[in-house]
């Protein structure tokens, strides 16, 4: 199938053979595009041999611990100024096309898609379609898109993709891997560019993952949020969301209500935000606050691939309900979490 959009797929790859498959076919499928470039850094599975089997261009490029130095390369290689570009272990799942060819009218524009992490349930929207020839990638790690001539003023947009996130699962054994890369090249990185707000934020995402070090990731964390966050940058969001919920893991109560009434008006809106609201109020003893946090998030017209719209916050009310000694309430709550594991375990115990 082709869609007719004029569009590249770029890919850099390295022993992928676990989701490249899967995230290829969901580009030819649900995007139609007949132009895929794969960049193997050297893979010693069947990666290369899956990307041929799926029409793509593979070239081999010699890994520099430089992302930008290869995502510039794949760029190269395309017959298409138009670029869009995923990791191994995503996949599309939907698309607008009216709106992806209306993005296509502007070279200065760039698309951003929606991005639901199966591991967390959290969605990012995320820059991936841009023209190669107003912008090229900068940074080694977490590479961002600039401006070839310098401009500051990139058009975002959003195009109309969602896509999930497969990879990071704590069962995939190359997480460990991945996590100490990124590590070991956002210090490095964060050496020549100490004031860089995005990469003290990758940072903190980097030991966030899987609870690798949550006492670092609030230190990153903290770090990017008294230097001074913009609302307006789309990574912004999670930064503030991961932070919240390190600091609530971490034992830090007050700190993480601090931070919540910090955003609360930027962020309110954002059902996500208001769940992480009722975690923050009931760790702080604000039962109240709490429940009408979660009740606020109950059939919250939003797409929700791990249950705060519905059992995760009945779950919640429920917990409060059976510690404030209102049994039959509490009782009602967990019924209304379908099969949700822990709410079976409450009921059984509660209906002796």
């Known amino acids: 199938m082709s869609s007719n959009l004029p569009i590249s797929l770029c890919m850099i790859v390295k022993n992928e053979e676990a989701f490249l498959g899967t995230a290829l076919k969901s580009v030819k499928t649900v995007l139609g595009l007949d132009d895929i470039i794969v960049i193997d850094t050297g893979s010693t599975d069947n990666t290369k041999a899956i990307a041929l089997e799926n029409d793509a261009g593979v070239f081999d490029f010699k890994w520099v611990d430089d992302f930008s130095a290869a995502r510039n390369f794949s760029a190269d290689k395309s017959k298409n100024d138009w670029i869009f570009y995923i990791d191994a272990d995503e996949e599309v799942k939907e698309a607008d096309i009216s709106d992806i060819h209306s993005l296509l009218s502007n070279a200065n524009n760039i698309g951003m898609i929606s991005l639901t992490d199966l591991n967390t349930g959290r969605r990012s929207a995320l820059a991936r379609l841009f023209n190669r020839t107003v912008y090229s990638f900068e940074g080694s790690i977490h590479e961002q898109l600039r401006a070839i001539d310098g401009s500051k003023n990139p058009v975002y947009k959003d195009v109309g993709i969602s896509m999930l996130h497969h990879g990071y699962l704590p069962e995939h054994d190359k997480v460990n891997a991945k996590l100490e890369r990124n590590e070991r090249l956002l210090l490095k990185e964060l050496k020549k560019h100490p004031k860089s707000l995005y990469l003290l934020y990758q940072l903190g995402k980097c030991y966030f993952c899987n609870d690798r070090d949550l006492q670092k990731a609030c230190y990153y964390f903290e770090k990017a949020v008294t230097a001074g966050v913009d609302v307006s ?41 208001r769940f992480l609201s009722g975690h923050i109020y009931q760790n702080n003893g604000l039962f109240v606050e709490a429940v009408e946090s979660y009740e606020s998030c109950i059939g919250a017209d939003e797409s929700d691939s791990n249950g705060i719209t519905s059992f995760l916050s009945y779950y919640n009310i429920g917990v409060i309900l059976e510690c404030v000694g209102m049994i039959e309430d509490a009782i009602e709550m967990f019924k209304n979490c379908g099969d949700y594991k822990p709410a079976l375990k409450r009921l059984a115990e509660l209906e002796k």
Do not use: R
């Open 233 to 273: 940058i789309g990574y912004t969001y999670d930064l503030i969301e991961c932070y919240g919920y390190a600091l609530i893991n971490t034992g830090q109560y007050e700190n993480a209500l601090s931070l919540m009434n910090e955003f609360f008006i930027h962020y309110n809106s954002n059902v996500q935000f």
